[in-house]
T-cell receptor
Framework: NAGVTQTPKFQVLKTGQSMTLQCAQD?????MYWYRQDPGMGLRLIYY???????DKGEVPNGYNVSRLNKREFSLRLESAAPSQTSVYFC?????????????FGSGTRLTVV | KNEVEQSPQNLTAQEGEFITINCSYS?????LHWLQQHPGGGIVSLFM???GKKKHGRLIATINIQEKHSSLHITASHPRDSAVYIC?????????????FGTGTLLAVQP
């Protein structure tokens, strides 16, 4: 099925451990995004990629790195996890403005850092 | 003050009722999105609109650009409509479609 695929769905890390969240889309979208969702707050943008080979910081980039491996894949890396990074992470991709729906989200990764 | 405000934060309705969720924003936008998130679930895009009104099944979304306000209406509500409804805006420009999100409206439709 067409869409955005995120892995893993759940992860528990110890403080200081590293991990990479994977995201792939098969809709030929140019733009991809990583957001985090915390209780009582709207989703916040961590990093985004306007096109293959480019990445830019969003609202809350500290503690994260990203790689736009190709047009399909956009990964998010936590080099040294901290409890403040406990959150639900969503990858998304979008078409240019003017499309009907604009955005497609992955199913989310629930990360707990202990 | 958040750039995107939704009201109400929580809403309980009886099955069959007409529901309205409101969204106000304080920035210039190129588009407004309505999203749906079921508990523990992913996020689904319902509408993206930049003017006027869109309808999909029992869902209707309207936007008033001059007043910086949008509403999401659900007609003949059903318990399966229970979810968090999220308003988000694109500030637009350039090749990306970065979104600014409201905090969501938790809707519970009781049978």
């Amino acid at each position: 099925n067409a869409g955005v695929t995120q892995t893993p769905k759940f992860q528990v890390l110890k403080t200081g451990q590293s991990m990479t969240l994977q995201c792939a889309q098969d809709m030929n979208h140019n733009s991809m995004y990583w957001y985090r969702q915390d209780p009582g707050m709207g989703l916040r943008l961590i990093y985004y990629s306007a096109s293959e080979g480019t990445t830019d910081k969003g609202e809350v980039p500290n503690g994260y790195n990203v790689s736009r491996l190709n047009k399909r894949e956009f990964s998010l890396r936590l080099e040294s996890a901290a409890p403040s990074q406990t959150s639900v992470y969503f990858c998304a991709s979008s078409e240019v403005l003017g499309s009907t729906y604009g955005y497609t989200f992955g199913s989310g990764t629930r990360l707990t850092v202990v | 003050k958040n750039e995107v405000e939704q009201s109400p934060q929580n809403l309980t309705a009886q099955e069959g009722e007409f529901i309205t969720i409101n969204c106000s924003y304080s920035v210039g936008i190129s588009a407004l999105h309505w999203l749906q998130q079921h508990p523990g679930g992913g996020i689904v895009s319902l509408f993206m609109l930049s003017s006027g009104k869109k309808k999909h099944g029992r869902l209707i979304a309207t936007i008033n650009i001059q007043e910086k306000h949008s509403s999401l209406h659900i007609t003949a509500s059903h318990p399966r409509d229970s979810a968090v409804y999220i308003c988000a805006v694109s500030k637009g420009g350039g090749a990306t479609n970065k979104l600014i999100f409201g905090t969501g409206t938790l809707l519970a439709v009781q049978p």
